[in-house]
């Protein structure tokens, strides 16, 4: 089986700072695939060079046989990898609803004309933007606040809505930045039954997160960043005892 | 105010009704009931144009949030490419087939020139935002205003600070715009023909724009708003959308310029300066951003208020003193300078804002209370 998505040899400098060295992964399609290394390894920029918001200094992305490689963010979008932020961007003053319908931009049409003129084409696509974003809300489990603006959701809310937005596009590839970070026990809970359903609707996860045990219980495979270098990649057991992996989270070699 | 009953749908009927029958009697309500009645209707087709103008320049400010101070450029250009196709001026050197063409073609192309001024402007500021993206912006609007200065050397383009005289009227559907009418018994003069004529198309691009707002479009423009990074990772083309609000913008002030200079029957670059720019701004910020009710409310506002301040603070001040103190020209920049530092203070959000700007207002009351 080839991979879903092929990251080869990439670095990222920003000035003195290596901050992507040489970082390699595959991820196949379907699997829930861990990124995890402590603050400053390098993750988020991963997702931002990847995610076209960033260049890359060198290296190469393969995705469904696709170069993606130092692509526009719409390309990138367009070929179906969506993404999440780890400081959550929502557009604040629109409303739950609105932001949904703004992820679906890059699968529908309508330009100028149509909205002036709103032909018959034009209406059935808005409607149907309609619709599909309050499914993908409900779906996520925040369909009744629909209507709220999306800066009067709760934390946990947020989070949730920025899925729902990502999902909007259509991804093959979801790739979430910390997407349990501040949530409580029982949210976090919640985020990864939406994860799990999210997989098993047939998109493949690339998640960053902290929470050891959630990704211990969650993820099928789990690479480690450090220094902006992969130290382990595994399956989550063989990773948790690898010493390279220990020390850099501890700080010492294990005895 | 409670507009619960415009909501309904008969109570929507209604409204419209009401509203196109007050805008039909409009300029003889003005005429038979002023002395100078019929400079009161020229006012009203200046408001009008002024309405083009603030609704252009709200797609770019206020649904894409990009600070435009040198909008006025757009209006210059639908102007003077009305006016160099519909005079005398280049009617030796341009082919004949060019000079005084269709009036809805002279109009659409106007409304494509200032576009594509409007992709020129917006292409090199498209990595700029905020100070930087206005202050280009401004150097932009004057670039425009000191080439039509100066394009009288070597070849007579835009015959320099002297402008461009002997604009025909409008020639439509039959209709001369510029001589008087009899119909129905009444006499239609000059500010009564273009007033319908500049309605149309106010009526017009009010419509495109509310289309264009509750769009896919429109959405996208929004989002660039509230967070640029976002909207970017989203899959919306920056560029594209930016470039399209921009045109479209321009487009809007081309028309508004076409309609001017065939209106006032002359152009120089003394009416496009930086000033006209800010009055246009004003009356989007004082309106209500991105609200058009609101847009259009600030437009009339703006524009209206300098001719009321010259009827009434003349009499009274001849009244009072027995003579002129002070010239209204300059009590409106006083007055006008006042009302915008009070609004802001008061109603940063404009006098007309939409539901979401005021609850985005609002809300910032309550948390700075609670
Ligand atoms: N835009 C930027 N400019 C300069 N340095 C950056 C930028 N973005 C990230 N960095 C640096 O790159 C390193 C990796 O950051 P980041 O990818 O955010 O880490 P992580 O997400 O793993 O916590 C950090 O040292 C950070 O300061
Ligand atoms: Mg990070």
């Not at chain 2, 144009?49 to 649904?63: C, D, P, Q, S, T």
């Not at chain 2, 494509?112 to 150097?139: C, E, H, N, S, W």
């Amino acid at each position: 089986m080839s991979a879903l998505l092929e990251i080869r040899g990439i670095h990222k400098r920003f000035g003195g700072l290596h901050a992507l060295n040489d970082v390699s992964l595959s991820i196949n399609a379907g699997e829930i695939y861990g990124l995890i290394g402590p603050n400053g390894a390098g993750k988020t920029t991963l997702f931002n060079v990847l995610t076209g918001l960033y260049q890359p200094d060198e290296g190469a992305f393969t995705f469904n046989g696709k170069d993606l490689f130092r692509k526009k963010p719409y390309v990138v979008v367009e070929s179906g990898i969506a993404r999440t932020f780890q400081n959550i961007r929502l557009f604040a003053n629109m409303t739950a609803l609105e932001n949904v319908m703004v992820g679906q931009h890059v699968r529908t049409r309508t330009g100028v004309i149509g909205a002036v003129l709103r032909h018959p084409k034009a209406r059935a696509e808005e409607a149907g933007i309609k619709v599909r974003a309050q499914e993908l809300l409900d779906y996520v489990g925040i369909g009744r606040r629909h209507d709220e603006l999306a800066r009067n959701l709760s934390y946990g809310d947020q989070r949730r809505l920025e899925i729902a937005r990502a999902l909007a596009t259509k991804p093959t590839l979801l790739a979430l930045d910390e997407p349990a970070a501040g949530m409580n026990p029982s949210e976090t809970e919640g985020l990864k039954k939406l994860m799990e359903k999210v997989r098993a609707d047939g998109v493949t996860i690339l998640l960053i997160e902290h929470d050891v045990k959630l990704m211990m219980g969650l993820c099928d495979r789990i690479a480690v960043l450090d220094y902006g270098k992969k130290i382990a990649e595994g399956v989550p057991e063989a990773v948790k005892n690898d010493p390279r992996v220990i020390e850099a989270y501890l700080g010492v070699a294990p005895q | 105010m409670n507009f619960a009953f415009m909501k309904t749908r008969h109570g929507k009927a209604i409204t419209y009704a009401v509203l196109a029958v007050i805008l039909a009697l409009l300029p003889w309500m003005l005429t038979g009931g002023f002395e100078n009645g019929k400079s009161w209707v020229r006012a009203v087709d200046f408001a009008l144009l002024y309405i083009m103008l603030a609704l252009g320049l709200n797609i770019v400010v206020g649904y894409a949030g990009l600070l435009d101070l040198g909008y006025i450029a757009f209006y210059a250009v639908g102007a003077y490419v009305y006016a160099l196709l519909n005079s005398p001026h280049l009617a030796a050197i341009l082919p004949a087939w060019l000079i005084g063409p269709n009036f809805i073609v002279m109009l659409v192309v106007a409304a494509v020139f200032a576009g594509m001024f409007g992709v020129m402007l917006g292409t090199p500021v498209l990595k700029l935002r905020g100070d930087y993206l206005a202050i280009v912006t401004l150097g932009f609007g004057e670039i425009i205003r000191i080439f039509l200065n100066n394009l009288d050397r070597p070849v007579n383009i835009t015959n320099g600070p002297q402008g461009i005289n002997n604009i025909d009227k409008v020639h439509f559907l039959d209709i001369d715009f510029g001589r008087p009418m009899e119909w129905l018994g009444l006499t239609f003069d000059m500010v009564h023909l273009y007033y319908y004529l500049i309605l149309a198309f106010c009526i017009f691009i009010i419509f495109v724009t509310l289309r264009l707002q509750h769009s896919r479009i429109g959405r996208a423009w929004v989002a660039l708003r509230e967070d640029e990074i976002a909207a970017n990772a989203m899959g919306i083309n920056i560029r594209n959308v930016k470039l399209l609000a921009f045109a479209m913008g321009a487009s809007f002030g081309g028309v508004s310029g076409a309609l001017f200079a065939s209106f006032q029957g002359f152009v120089s670059p003394e009416s496009f300066v930086l000033m006209e720019s800010i009055m246009v701004l004003c009356m989007v910020v004082l309106g209500g951003m991105g609200h058009i009710p609101g847009v259009i409310l600030g437009a009339i506002i703006v524009s209206i208020t300098p001719e009321i301040l010259r009827d009434v603070i003349n009499p009274l001040q001849e009244g009072i003193f027995g003579r002129r103190v002070v010239d209204p020209e300059n009590l409106r920049m006083l007055i006008f300078g006042l009302a915008m530092i009070i609004i802001m203070l008061l109603r940063p959000e404009g006098l007309w804002p939409s539901k979401r700007r005021a609850r985005e207002f609002h809300e910032h009351d309550e948390e700075a209370q609670a």
